[in-house]
């Protein structure tokens, strides 16, 4: 294993990759293959197409839209509006945790509607079966809201969502609403987050003016409760002091997002799949947002403070800090126990929009270094920061995603804190509406690869030798043959919570059994073993 | 409850499935194609496709499913696939080399109406494709059928694609698995050499979707039937398929193409159904069944006379695939259980009469159906309406089995909550004794569980 004080130059390795490709591949993916550099500004090429063939992590907008951001909402009947398999494969299986207050409540995560497109309907058209879907699925369930998702045939035969949705709300006296979220919009699944914080933001958000009871309101952005992560954050956030009007997404429901412009603070966590949440709330509401991280214990206490400085209050301020000690106490116990035995071990981090960044802090909390990250479907300003935002070209693939046009809201609109108020935080180092991005974690000669392909992985992974590999479900077991244990960070491999305090102490318990464990050890049998022996013992009788 | 919202109260649905009991066409595809070793399976399509079957098969087997996908965008949905699978052709073969790419179309590419003949004869012309390679496809409109269906056209495409009549005549019998698992098919090898018989088995992917802890990740794994066998099977004596809806249209395709007659047999699930897949083999071969397969079949069959009195009459819900569905429904009855609601999402006229004609008068108002809008929201719903003792499928069926606090066996796909089904066959003699075993365990566990304490029984 290498020393992680002096990383080994991975400037030959990414030569040696490249050279395996054909010339066109390799000028195009030498450019989302970066070795760090913190002294001279670094850019990266992302969010760009993947290679066909070049086999990818990334799925599609329509993942990203239904499955990612709207999934996880309970209370509305997502309708999938194609042939079946989008429907089935997204039933479920990203793990979002949602507790209705009681038995008797809304909960349809547990299902999956589709309207099962056949032949015939590919052919004339499928409107008057999603028509049917929608009022089937009134008729038995009589939900509050039904929204609709449009998969890949549906923008090339031309049924319109939109208007069924429309006619279909007028007629039922509930909120229809649709997504054309095929899933060859965009390059990867954030072409489908963007579409859905359009959707919620058009059709949900600020249609319920009540003014909540409470003081320093938030809302919570960009979670999406996979493993309870959500329930840590919610327990957190209340004894802080804090009222959350809304969870875009995780736990919540369709009232809270109705009233969520009613907050005087959006917290972004995964900034990838919300940020245009929270910016259009800003310029619509006058709601101002933090870039906050609660995955690590260091980074939530960070986090805390960050917001309770904004809210500027005695009390509150008093209040996180008394939190931040009682919990970081249980914290500390178990990293003493933790750390020693996972100090100096080397992780690699190929996951999400946000998560490879973010996970770097609970490693970095373990003492251990992470030696290569990218992220699966981020653009330039998740790895460089906001700064590059006016840089970035619109090309072709980002342009057929709508941008919404969004005004201050004549009645609505009132700036939480005035442009000095800001200016002032500012310069205190608040960071308010910014973020840094991944590379600025990433120390000298780091690699970041954006949209790793399975070839690059395998050959990093023999390059790195790394003790844990972090990834997704697809990547998992390919990782693990190698005999490297891999962590899945969409699906927590069914654990959790890792966000917030207990969190942390969850992945630091999980984080030490994997890169500790003896199981690996059985792989060699003991004939295959260097300079084994066969010996002959015989048990005296 | 988990499905709180389900009613008892049976509305006819036409446009809304709840809960489906099947998925799409092109994953049966990619799972095929993973039987042929040395093959990358790839989807023609947007990436999205791809990456929920990777995913859904992953979860199944808890093993690296490689796979590529020609990334469809706007524009090529626009103006048609064929520069972006050109590309992946070359990028495969460059990067990832393999002996075979195995192409499937998705719902995308099939509504542009991509030809995919046409294309990958460009491929060839073009150079694209190394010497003594191979690019196959099938077509697997996702609204059409199921993921059965895919499975079925991507078994056909083998023989399309490689079967051969040499004029050689070749003392071997074809074998045609419907979609089992990979411990089912190393267990059809294994009956057919216990029976002395040479056999291609198509396709096969034990030792590719079951491969054992190395330490070192093998990109092709060393199973899966090899291109010499594909290309043999057309001078085999026979071939013997194994599930109508799997395997019928690439055994008459074998027929019509190289005239190797088939037999057509339930899959061998379930004492019947693996009598007469033995009896076929012996014939077919013209070999006597050695008395070792009639030993496993005593044992199994002892297991079913020592333990009957747990199945009788027992009322068992099953939800699933046709092929799976038929054999398991006629084990059930065997064993005098009452399967009395049969389910499933793969579309067919011949399934219903088929379940109808095992079941006669020893379960006559059996709900059967299958195709549009059967599914496990209908299922739960007849569950509600007739409460079972057993209920039987995927994963899936976990939600209903707790909220009606049913015994629950995993049999089917996907099954993502327990390992099992990879590694330990159903089908054969084998099989049988695996399904006893877990049946049993499922139905005395519940007795254990709600015995009162006088008359908790150590015996059982």
Sequence with gaps: MMDHDTLQDPLAIKEEILSKYPPKVARKRSKSIVVRDPENEQKIQANVRTIPGIITQRGCAYAGCKGVVLGPTRDIINITHGPIGCGFYSWLTRRNQTKPPGNEDENFMTYCFSTDMQDSNIVFGGEKKLREAIQEAYDLFKPRAISVFSTCPIGLIGDDVHAVAREMKEKLGINVFAFSCEGYKGVSQSAGHHIANNGLFKHVVGLDDTVKEGDFKINMLGEYNIGGDAFELERILELAGFTLISTFSGNSDMGRFANSHTADLNVIMCHRSINYMAEMMETKFGIPWLKVNFTGAKATAKSLRKMARYFGDKKLINRVEKLIKDEMAAVNEVLRETKPRCEGKLAMLFVGGSRAHHYQELFNELGMKTVCAGYEFGHRDDYEGREVLPDIKIDADSRNIEELFVEKDDKRYRPRKSAEEIRSLKKKGLEIGEYDGLMAEMGKQSLVVDDISHYETEKLIEFYKPHIFCAGIKEKYVVQKMGVPLKQLHSYDYGGPYAGFRGAINFYLEIDRMVNTRIWDLIIPPWEKNGAEITAEYVSL | ?460
């Excluded at chain 2, 003594?132 to 895919?150: A, E, F, L, M, R």
């Excluded at chain 2, 090898?189 to 330490?215: C, H, N, W, Y």
């Excluded at chain 2, 030993?295 to 002892?302: I, L, T, Y």
């Excluded at chain 2, 606090?405 to 590694?423: A, E, K, L, Q, W």
Aim: proline residues 6%; charged residues 20%; aromatic residues 8%.
């Design chain 2, 1 to 460: 409850m988990l499905l709180r919202h389900t009613p008892s109260e049976i509305k006819e649905r036409k446009a809304l499935t709840i809960n489906p009991a099947k998925t799409c066409q092109p994953i049966g595809a990619m799972y095929a194609a993973l039987g042929i070793h040395g093959c990358l399976p790839h989807s023609h399509g947007s990436q999205g496709c791809c990456a929920y079957h990777r995913s859904t098969l992953t979860r199944h087997y808890k093993e690296p499913i490689m796979a590529a996908t020609s990334s469809f965008t706007e524009g090529a949905s626009v103006f048609g696939g064929q520069a972006n699978l050109l590309q992946a052709i070359n990028n495969m073969f460059t990067v990832y080399a393999p002996e075979v790419i195995a192409i499937h179309t998705t719902c995308l590419s099939e509504t542009i109406g991509d030809d995919i003949n046409q294309i990958i004869r460009k491929a060839y012309d073009d150079g694209k494709v190394p010497e003594g390679k191979h690019v196959i496809h099938c077509n697997t409109p996702s609204y059409v059928g199921s993921h059965v269906t895919g499975y079925a056209n991507m078994v056909a495409g083998m023989v399309k694609y490689f079967s051969e009549s040499t004029g050689r005549y070749r003392d071997q019998i074809n074998i045609i698995p419907g979609w089992v698992e990979p411990s089912d098919m190393r267990e059809i090898k294994r009956i057919a050499k216990e029976m002395g018989v040479k056999a291609v088995l198509f396709p096969d992917t034990s030792d590719v979707l079951d491969a054992p802890q190395r330490g070192k990740h093998m990109f092709y794994p060393e199973g899966g039937v090899t291109i010499p066998d594909l290309k043999s099977t057309g001078d085999s004596k026979l071939t013997i398929a194994l599930g109508p809806f799997g395997t019928e249209s690439a055994a008459a395709l074998l027929d019509s193409k190289c005239k190797v007659k088939y037999e057509l047999l339930d899959l061998p699930i379930g004492i019947s159904a693996t009598d007469r897949f033995i009896s076929g083999l012996s014939r077919a071969a013209c070999v006597e069944v050695p008395t070792s397969i009639t030993a496993e079949r005593g044992r199994a069959v002892d297991i079913i006379t020592d333990m009957q009195q747990y199945f009788y009459n027992k009322k068992v819900a099953l939800f699933g695939d046709p092929d799976q569905l038929t054999a398991l429904t006629e084990f059930l009855v065997d064993l005098e259980m009452k399967p009395i609601h049969i389910i499933s999402g793969t579309p067919g006229k011949q399934f219903e009469p088929r379940i109808r004609n095992i079941l006669k008068d020893k379960v006559p108002n059996a709900n059967v159906r299958n195709g549009a809008n059967a599914d496990l929201f209908l299922l739960h719903q007849l569950i509600k309406n007739e409460p079972v003792d057993l209920l039987i499928g995927n994963t899936y069926g976990k939600y209903i089995a707790r909220d009606e606090d049913i015994p629950f066996v995993r049999m089917g796909f996907p099954i993502m909550d327990r390992i099992g089904h990879s590694y330990f066959p159903t089908v054969g003699y084998a099989g049988v004794m695996r399904l006893l075993e877990i049946m049993l365990s499922a139905l005395l566990d519940r007795q254990d569980r709600d015995a009162p304490e006088e008359s908790f029984e150590l015996v059982m």
